[in-house]
């Protein structure tokens, strides 16, 4: 865990980032407010809504899932329930608790019922220009959903068996989670760029037995063998997890003998297409309790192996959907497209539920928003009429880099909202992405939210009358009660600095840590009692606006993706010939945030640039290529106070300021056991 003293000094560097250009605003455009309908009539209509969602949040949520979802049974006791401090025992959160209803039912079924079949569910662009482009209607959805689900279940997964998912961004991702929901099955997907370690890890902790993957998937030019990094997983599961054994395994045929030969291992290795042939095409819904759990999906955190957050069925949907049809003002008919892969949570809420539960079309893309150049999104936007846009702050930064002509050369002109999230978003990309990518017509919606949340928590609202901040995420969203505490857990009123907490529960909060509630009450609830600690800090302006300054813990945000420090740490370490590792935070033009890694060796190891690379590999195998380290460090040893902690507090602001570091900005480093390490350190830099 990090210490106070560390949370602070990583608070006061995202604020004197955020601070630089916090003075403009901008109007949501004119143009925007004439090119559409809008669920809300102005700012202040978002406004009355808030209010009455705090103070009246059982009447409001409960209008809201009426409307929003299809019960087979209302709940009959309280809408909700939750204790947020540990002080007076369990920490829970209970919405709807009693009531039945089916996620896959709500995102599919009733839409079909209701003689929308035919509509396009997706449109499925994928890596290559020339590749297949399909379209899937919400009746072959529906269709291929149910064949899954009946196939899983004859092949034994019953209500609460959680089944692993490990596929590239293509419908049958989306497929195969609301087979696991329409049946009671708990979903883990697994992002397709972790490797087979990573895997492996999350198969056994949740105890999966059941995996649907796919052969191989082409990124950019290159062919990653999925289903061979999904066998070697399962190897490595049978060694580790005293003979647990992984027995289905259903593989889509995504690439073909050509391209991706694999082997199939009888009885236990199936063809998807020939799978879903010969099921079922029926399959019941199961009617879940509200509180039953929908999925697993494993996050990174301060300490230790990633987290299973778990989150339930009701809650969470009814979240997801209603954050989706506000937040980006969705209306019937109009094209959607998040750009992110179904492996994390915004895919989850973003791809598939939010999305779906409110019937929309929207753009599913396998392939990287750069190939086979930095025209791809705007050309699927172009080629799917796209009317709301939903990406990353660092991929506006790298097609920012690439240049205006890659923009302007294709028309958009269906788009008329442009989302952001998974960090803070600069300034200077925020005005690149309005001014350029959106052509001053489309409001910037920067969606602050985190995998624990399950759907957006602060935004700026695109109604009428709001007054955008580039680089502020702006408001809470409905229900949502933040606040900002210092450092002794004390409330502050704005304009203020602090630690961003929330003060109450709302439906898509996840409930527990898989197997480990005792780390979900300790990570999120124990610095300060009462209160969920996102592990972000903020600022709030006079206005009122939430700034968003990034993480104060070990996490670190590479691309938009949380990375534990603790976890490559544990994989260098892993390297016989390290000693120890310290892994920290640096300032990184496109990715937001890189890896800088410190490693001391064992005696009688010499550093080289083999060994570099070499372990740089290491991290790759064992985590996957997003958490590679930009940065070794080679470091003879690592500061540390006399009771042994590292003082990461250092290891940061030497990472980031290399030799230009002043003795101002390493602050006190009297308390270190070995003070002359931190220039030892310094003169080491960029060696
Ligand atoms: C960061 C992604 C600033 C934040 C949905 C958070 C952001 C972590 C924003 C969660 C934003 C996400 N502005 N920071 N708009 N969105 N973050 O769990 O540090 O992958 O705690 O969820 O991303 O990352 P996660």
Redesign the pocket.
């Given at each position: 865990m990090s210490s106070t003293e560390d949370m602070i000094s990583a608070m006061h560097d995202g604020l004197a980032e955020v601070s630089k250009e916090a003075g403009t605003k901008i109007p949501v455009p004119e143009a925007y407010l004439k090119a559409t309908k809008h669920h809300l009539k102005d700012v202040q209509e978002y406004l009355d809504l808030y209010k009455k969602s705090l103070e009246s949040p059982d009447t409001f949520w409960t209008e809201m899932s009426k409307e929003m979802l299809s019960w087979h049974q209302l709940w009959t006791g309280k809408t909700f329930e939750h204790n947020f401090d540990v002080r007076k025992g369990k920490v829970y959160s209970e919405w709807f608790k009693g009531g039945k209803l089916n996620a896959c039912y709500n995102a599919l079924d009733r839409h079909v019922e209701n003689g929308h079949g035919s509509q396009i569910a997706f449109y499925c662009e994928g890596n290559d220009l020339s590749d297949d482009h399909r379209t899937v209607t919400y009746a072959e959805m529906l269709d291929q959903v149910k064949r899954l689900a009946s196939a899983l279940k004859k092949r034994g997964v019953r209500k609460g068996d959680v089944v692993a998912i490990y596929l590239p961004n293509i419908p049958e991702l989306p497929i195969s989670m609301l087979a696991c929901a329409r049946i009671g099955a708990i979903h883990n997907v697994v992002f397709g760029g972790f490797s087979a370690e990573a895997l492996a890890g999350r198969i056994l902790d949740a105890q999966c037995r059941v995996i649907i993957t796919c052969d191989g998937v082409m990124r950019g030019n290159k062919v990653i063998e999925l289903k061979a990094l999904a066998d070697a997983a399962e190897e490595l599961v049978y060694e580790r997890g005293d003979g647990h054994l992984v027995d289905r395994q259903i593989v889509f045929k995504r690439l073909g003998e050509d391209k991706c030969p694999v082997g199939m291992k009888p009885k236990r290795d199936e063809w998807w297409h020939e799978v879903l042939a010969r099921a079922d095409p029926e399959c019941p819904v199961e009617w879940m309790d509200a509180e039953d759990p929908l999925f697993v999906l494993y996050?990174s955190g301060s300490t230790g192996k990633p987290k299973g957050l778990v989150h339930t069925t009701a809650g969470y949907i009814l979240y997801a959907a209603v954050t989706h049809k506000y937040a980006f003002n969705y209306h019937e008919n109009d094209v959607f497209f998040c750009t992110a892969d179904c492996g994390?949570?915004?895919g989850h809420s973003y791809v598939v539920y939010g999305p779906l539960l409110n019937r929309a079309t929207s753009v599913i893309f396998e392939g990287v928003p750069t190939y086979p150049d930095a025209s791809r999104l705007w050309q699927i936007c172009e080629k799917y009429k796209v009317n709301q846009m939903y990406t990353a702050p660092t991929l506006i930064r790298s097609l920012m880099r690439a240049g205006d002509k890659y923009v302007s050369k294709v028309p958009r002109d269906s788009l008329r909202v442009l989302g952001?999230?998974?960090?803070?978003?600069n300034p200077e990309a925020w005005n690149w992405f309005f001014n350029v990518g959106g052509d001053k017509r489309c409001p910037v919606v920067?969606?602050?939210?985190?995998?624990?949340t399950g759907g957006h928590m602060i935004i700026p609202p695109p109604v009428k009358d709001f007054q955008m901040k580039p680089g502020a995420?702006s408001f809470p969203f409905f229900g949502i009660e933040p606040v900002v505490l210092n450092e002794k857990g004390e409330e502050l009123s704005k304009p203020c600095e602090g630690f961003l907490c929330i003060k109450r529960s709302w439906p898509g909060i996840h409930r527990t840590v898989l197997n480990d509630h005792e780390r979900m009450e300790q990570v999120y609830f124990s610095t300060f009692k009462g209160y969920y600690m996102?592990?972000?800090g903020c600022r709030v302006d006079e206005d009122g606006y939430y700034w968003?300054t990034?993480?104060v813990d070990d996490?670190i945000?590479v691309s938009?993706?949380?990375i534990g420090t603790a976890e490559v740490e544990s994989s260098l370490v892993s390297h016989p010939y390290v000693a120890e590792a310290a892994v920290v935070p640096m300032p990184h033009d496109i990715k937001g945030q890189g890896i800088y890694a410190y490693v001391t060796l064992r005696d009688g190891f010499e550093p080289s640039e083999e060994l570099r690379k070499e372990l740089r590999q290491t991290v790759r195998v064992e985590i996957g290529a997003i958490a590679t380290p930009d940065v070794i460090h080679w470091a003879p040893a690592l500061p540390k106070t006399r009771s042994g902690k590292i003082m990461r507090r250092i290891l940061r602001k030497i990472a980031e300021k290399g030799t230009q570091v002043s003795s101002e900005e390493l602050g006190d480093i009297s308390t270190l056991a070995e003070p002359q390490v931190v220039a030892q350190l310094i003169e080491l830099y960029g060696k």
């Open positions: 996050t994390w949570i915004t952001t999230v998974g960090e803070p978003i920067d969606t602050w939210w985190q995998t624990e995420a996102s592990g972000d968003l990034g993480r996490v945000n938009g993706h949380r």
